[in-house]
């Protein structure tokens, strides 16, 4: 299966769109919207900010190794 590195991060308070390529060594936990300046953090029960608001899981995620 190929890992996606793409995955378009959507901020839940003021609904920015963005597409950013995901890092490979390590989960992202802070993420600032460009826009609201909201600093994003994974809601309970995720790894990172890609797996609670970006279109596409993280890639340990979508390998199969899970969390980082």
Known sequence: MK??????????HCNYRKEETMP???CQFFYECENCKEVLKPKEGDCCVFCSYGSVACPPIQDGSGCC
């Open 3 to 12: 890992v996606e590195l793409k995955s378009e991060i959507s901020c839940p």
């Open 24 to 26: 490979t060594t390590a």
